[in-house]
């Protein structure tokens, strides 16, 4: 057994943009996080609420204006999302940390790996991203390996890289 476990791990929340834009294609599954605003961080709550019910149950409506309640939304997790994605509008989201030896000097800020994402909502389009990445990870020409690493993206954390999926299917459904 490994002797160093690392139970640290938190919940990856998505971020206030994709959280407002999943408010807004109809996403409201009860949730015990949420944001007050485009500034705020990641409110807690004791008891699970969808959008109307947090609304109704933390503001007096002479307490606060339309655009306060307007700009709150839930702040469910990634996981979350993504299923709520796949299971609404058929997009599934994987993401890679890809380990290669071609990275260019702008994109070596992980020693030699980065994460990158892809959506897919069929066989076809899913092992096409699975090509990109492993000419990225085993391309004996750089210049492939670069234009694959622009096309699916180069993020430097995985946060970074599920927000983005998430957004990129928002933005177009």
């Known amino acids: 057994m490994k002797n160093n476990i690392n139970n640290e791990i938190q919940n990856m929340y998505c971020n206030?943009?994709?959280?407002?834009?999943?408010?807004?294609?109809?996403?409201?599954?009860?949730?015990?996080?949420?944001?007050?605003?485009?500034f705020g961080t990641v409110e807690f709550l004791k008891h699970s609420y969808t959008h109307n019910e947090l609304?109704?149950?933390?503001?007096?409506?002479?307490?606060?204006?339309?655009?306060?309640?307007?700009?709150?939304?839930?702040?469910?997790?990634?996981?979350?999302?993504?299923?709520?994605?796949e299971v609404?509008?058929?997009?599934?989201?994987?993401?890679?940390?890809?380990?290669?030896?071609?990275?260019?000097?702008?994109?070596?800020?992980n020693s030699n790996y980065y994460y990158s994402y892809f959506v897919y909502n069929s066989y076809e389009?899913?092992?096409?991203?699975?090509?990109?990445?492993?000419?990225?990870?085993?391309?004996?020409?750089k210049d492939e390996a670069y234009k694959n690493m622009e096309e699916l993206g180069v993020y430097i954390t995985e946060y970074d890289a599920y927000n983005e999926a998430i957004k990129s299917i928002l933005e177009k459904i």
């Open 125 to 141: 389009s899913k092992i096409e991203a699975y090509k990109k990445i492993i000419d990225c990870s085993f391309s004996g020409s």
């Open 88 to 109: 609404n509008f058929g997009y599934f989201i994987e993401v890679h940390k890809v380990f290669t030896n071609t990275l260019p000097e702008k994109f070596q800020f």
């Open 16 to 38: 206030y943009i994709n959280s407002f834009l999943l408010k807004l294609k109809g996403f409201d599954i009860p949730s015990l996080t949420y944001y007050t605003n485009q």
């Open 55 to 85: 609304i109704e149950n933390m503001f007096d409506d002479n307490e606060h204006s339309a655009d306060v309640k307007n700009k709150m939304c839930l702040a469910p997790t990634i996981n979350v999302a993504s299923k709520w994605i």
